[in-house]
């Protein structure tokens, strides 16, 4: 009787030092890589989902749900999940492409949003700047809550849209990166950063990775009367 030993090498590296590393959502065995350190699974099964499915895991994306809740309820893999949405976007065209031209009058409304990687000693600002006539963002970053995001900001801004007037909060970030003859600080009360904020909370509401307690449920309980 004639046995095969099969012997697998890591597909990044090509080291055959591997060590069993759990299984994936479909059960294949995953392994790791102890040279490199990469993760992979030692025998794919193939591609097993149909376009039809493919099409329901993208769209369900857009409703309020995670990237651990697609996976539960559909089986697919995250690494197989952020590969469609990766796809998909390639097919979009260019941000400055979807802009409509900036006209005389018109007014930036500058935020920021906060979040963060992994843990909250990660944190990271997400800072936008919309115009106000066409409820459009023009220009967006990811960095920290510094002048150094602030001009990061305003290095994004197309510059059909830099000659513009802005508005935002009293963050003194936005006094070292945009001019004072164009940018004013003003309260919410003023109703000047209204769009930038309900954008936010558009975004809270829909993502759940954005999502605060407070859309969810009261951190209090009410007494009964």
């Known amino acids: 009787m004639l046995s095969t030993t099969v012997v697998h090498v890591c597909r990044h590296c090509g080291s055959e030092r591997l060590r069993k590393n759990g299984h994936a959502i479909n059960g294949a065995q995953r392994a790791k890589c102890l040279e490199c350190g990469r993760t992979f699974i030692l025998e794919p099964k193939g591609p097993r989902y149909r376009e039809k499915t493919k099409a329901r895991v993208l769209a369900?994306?857009?409703?309020?749900m995670s990237t651990r809740g697609i996976r539960r309820t559909f089986g697919v893999c995250c690494q197989t999940l952020m590969k469609w949405v990766g796809e998909k976007i390639q097919g979009w065209p260019e941000f400055v492409d979807t802009l409509l031209p900036s006209q005389a009058g018109d007014v930036l409304a500058l935020d920021e949003l906060w979040s963060f990687v992994h843990s909250k000693a990660q944190e990271g600002?997400?800072?936008i700047a919309l115009c106000r006539?066409?409820?459009q963002i023009v220009a967006s970053?990811?960095?920290?809550?510094s002048q150094e995001g602030a001009k990061s900001l305003r290095e994004q801004v197309p510059p059909d849209?830099?000659?513009?007037?802005?508005?935002s909060d009293f963050w003194l970030a936005?006094?070292?990166a945009f001019p004072a003859r164009a940018h004013r600080f003003c309260g919410k009360e003023g109703g000047e950063t209204n769009h930038a904020e309900r954008c936010f909370g558009t975004v809270r509401a829909r993502l759940s990775r954005l999502g605060r307690r407070t859309?969810?449920?009261s951190k209090r309980s009410?007494?009964?009367?």
């Open 161 to 167: 849209y830099r000659r513009r007037a802005t508005r």
């Open 141 to 145: 970053t990811i960095a920290d809550r």
């Open 174 to 176: 936005y006094e070292a």
């Open 222 to 225: 009410r007494a009964s009367p």
């Open 60 to 64: 369900t994306c857009q409703d309020r």
């Open 133 to 135: 006539r066409t409820r």
């Open 215 to 217: 859309y969810s449920f």
């Open 125 to 127: 600002w997400l800072w």
